[in-house]
């Protein structure tokens, strides 16, 4: 069982920066060590290529006036946007106890669907994909990488990201771009109100992976 759990904020990485830190966590992980590392952080405007995406995914480069970079990364999933004002919440964490990678990816969605209830947006899962939905429009996208039952990468959660961004893109294979955000339903929350919850939700949700 995991030994500890480990919260770790920063304002905001670069989207290597933040793969260099999972993958650090990773490798403990792999090496024996126990212990749950839940990270929460912000990326600059970046594009993002799962493990079934391709560069047709990207649309344009250039977008409201930004040139975003795109990044090949090993996570599963299609092409997604991450960007400021939006909560990028990352769970490195060994799942071989219990070996089930869709009760990782539904915990994820739960800790963000119940952040959403505490926040009165009523959301759910839905049978497009993978993700947190309000209203048909996707306001959490979720994507993980799994190797040995050690799992990185996580969920991220809309808070006032610039959704145009998402224009240059067919995020996660859908042409509609049906994106949402806590902004755009009318809840004003800082990043760091949304986190309180958030945090909660997972000590909660990942109960049984948090024992000693």
């Known amino acids: 069982?995991?030994?500890f759990f480990q919260h770790i904020k920063h304002q905001q990485q670069t989207y290597p920066q933040a793969m260099a830190e999972q993958e650090r966590f990773r490798d403990?992980?792999?090496?024996g060590a126990q212990s749950f590392h839940l990270i929460l952080t912000e990326h600059p405007p970046i594009y993002t290529l799962g493990t079934s995406g391709t560069e047709q995914d990207v649309l344009t480069r250039e977008v409201d006036g930004a040139v975003i970079e795109v990044f090949q990364?090993?996570?599963?999933?299609e092409v997604t946007y991450h960007g400021p004002g939006q909560?990028?919440?990352y769970v490195v964490a060994d799942l071989s106890q219990e070996q089930d990678l869709r009760k990782h990816i539904w915990?994820?969605?739960?800790?963000?669907?119940?952040?959403?209830?505490?926040?009165?947006?009523?959301?759910?899962?839905?049978k497009r994909g993978i993700g947190v939905w309000v209203d048909g429009l996707k306001i959490a996208a979720a994507g993980v990488r799994c190797r040995r039952w050690v799992v990185w990468h996580g969920i991220a959660l809309n808070i006032k990201p610039n959704l145009k961004h998402f224009e240059g893109i067919v995020p996660c294979g859908m042409r509609d771009a049906p994106v949402t955000s806590l902004d755009k339903q009318g809840i004003e929350k800082t990043r760091e109100e949304v986190e309180v919850l958030l945090v909660k939700h997972v000590q909660d949700v990942f109960a049984s992976l948090l024992k000693n």
């Open 1 to 3: 069982m995991t030994g």
């Open 28 to 31: 403990e992980l792999l090496a």
């Open 73 to 77: 990364t090993g996570r599963g999933g």
């Open 87 to 89: 909560l990028m919440c």
């Open 107 to 126: 915990r994820l969605e739960e800790v963000v669907i119940r952040t959403l209830t505490d926040l009165g947006v009523s959301s759910s899962r839905d």
